[in-house]
């Protein structure tokens, strides 16, 4: 049924990629490996043997299994990527309805990175350095800076206690610096992946809502971003979600002051359109195993 639909935009090795790509998520070993993630729910440490504070977040072998395969599969990045934009969204759209049937807590960064790739079009320079290692399709979970790594993922701090980030009274502060550059101070809620490399966020400065990136292991930010707390967030158990402190963090602008809600724009458009594509896999997931359960089962002599 998937095939017939995307039949315009299949060629045959496609086809057969996705095919593949549908066997694996429907065995038993994908299958396994996501009931191991999202039951080994993300704890927080806080400090280090010599009592260091780090906070880092520990996930379990079978999260980073399944985040590798995504990521590999391109899921963030072959939208953007060289060809037609409009039958790459499509198949990209495939591979994540197929992925999110088996767990989908682990598709929050790779959604996000996907999304936020659409901001860098207002920093080229950012763009520049940044898309390579998102393109490079290599998971690289390392807790370094961002030039040693092999890839990279982006996450999205928005979200404020009782407020809507991008339309209400924003609290975090941002003071812009030489060079684009923004310091920033103050608190988000309900970030997914708060150990990706970059974090995309919307700070208050004089000019009004500006958006910026921030990279979250950089050296001059290593005590700067602060993780107070993971908070719970039902049908997402694989994933940490937490509360962060910004503590005059520095970050990059992006797009001019004061036009943070514009530049959100198509990021915001994205990762609603993934959170409904996830929704379809998991129902029809469901459905499909409903049926299993079913198939050959009897009622009073008649079969159900």
């Given amino acids: 049924m998937l095939t017939a639909r995307l039949d315009a935009s299949l060629d045959e090795e496609t086809e057969e990629d996705l095919t593949a790509l549908g066997a694996y998520w429907g065995a038993a070993e994908a299958q396994e490996i996501a009931r191991i993630a999202t039951t080994h729910t993300p704890t927080l440490r806080r400090e280090d043997y010599d009592g260091r504070r ?15 395969r995504s990521v590999a599969a391109g899921l963030m990045s072959s939208a953007w990527e060289e060809g037609e934009g409009t039958h790459q969204h499509r198949l990209r759209a495939a591979t994540l309805f197929l992925t999110a049937g ?55 701090a928005i979200q404020e206690r009782d407020i809507d980030g991008e339309r209400g009274s924003i609290r975090v502060r941002g003071e812009l610096s030489a060079g684009g550059g923004v310091r920033i101070s103050g608190e988000k809620t309900l970030v997914c992946a708060p150990g990706a490399d970059m974090l995309l966020t919307l700070v208050r400065t004089a000019d009004g809502p500006t958006a910026a990136m921030v990279p979250r292991f950089a050296p001059e930010n ?45 990021v915001r458009t994205l990762t609603q359109l993934d959170a409904t594509v996830m929704a379809a896999g998991d129902v029809r997931a469901a459905d499909a195993r409903s049926t299993q359960q079913l198939r050959g089962r009897t009622l009073s002599g008649r079969e159900l």
């Fill in 222 to 266: 290593a005590d700067a971003i602060l993780i107070d707390g993971l908070v719970d967030f039902a049908g997402l158990d694989a994933q940490a979600i937490a509360t962060i402190r910004f503590d005059d963090a520095r970050g990059r602008l992006i797009g001019e002051p004061g036009r943070g809600v514009q530049v959100l724009r198509d």
């Fill in 54 to 68: 780090i906070d880092q977040v520990e996930l379990h072998p079978a999260y980073h299994a399944l985040v590798n």
């Fill in 102 to 156: 088996v767990e989908r807590g682990h598709l929050t960064p790779v959604s996000a990175t996907h999304a936020a790739v659409a901001s860098l079009a207002y920093a080229p320079e950012l763009e520049a350095e940044l898309f390579p290692l998102v393109a490079a399709r290599r998971y690289d979970r390392r807790p370094i800076p961002l030039e040693e790594k092999d890839g990279a993922l982006i996450t999205l």
